[in-house]
């Protein structure tokens, strides 16, 4: 059984999708600092206690180390909880936090797209599942 998260503050992304079979919950937990161990990673702050959303990197609390974004974010684990959509098995899965680049066709205008996706495969049908990111 998969740990949910007691509130967005624990969490670096978070996704709740519906569709027409279930749900599809998606949550990655704040990693620990590689360097003291001690401390959770955040977004930096400003001195006006603001947390700066659109910063590159990441920042520990306690020791004030710093690291890039993209290479924090690959050493974490997404926690999804999901029913499949072609056979409505209820499942759980741990998977790298890594997102990957798909072709898929748009709803609107039903052209190809290549889109950053996190992929998974289904327990009971082996059928891949993807959790893409929220497009404008």
């Known amino acids: 059984m998969l740990q949910q ?5 624990d969490c670096v992304y978070f996704t709740r999708r519906n569709h027409a079979k279930g749900l599809l919950i998606a949550w990655v937990f704040r990693g620990t600092c ?21 910063a590159s990197e990441y920042s520990c609390k306690e020791c004030g180390f710093t690291q890039e974004k993209q290479a924090y ?39 190809q797209k290549t889109v ?5 495969v289904c327990a009971g ?7 893409t990111k929220k497009m404008k």
């Open 125 to 131: 049908c082996k059928q891949n599942i993807d959790i």
């Open 116 to 120: 950053d996706v996190l992929r998974f």
């Open 5 to 9: 998260p007691a509130s967005m503050n």
């Open 73 to 111: 974010e690959d050493t974490l684990t997404a926690n999804v909880e999901y029913d499949c959509p072609k056979c409505s098995t209820h499942g759980e899965i741990q998977i790298p936090f890594l997102r990957k680049k798909a072709r898929i066709c748009g709803e609107e205008d039903l052209k």
């Open 34 to 54: 590689p360097k003291c161990k001690k401390g959770i990673m955040g977004k930096p702050v400003d001195k006006k206690g603001k947390v700066k959303i659109r």
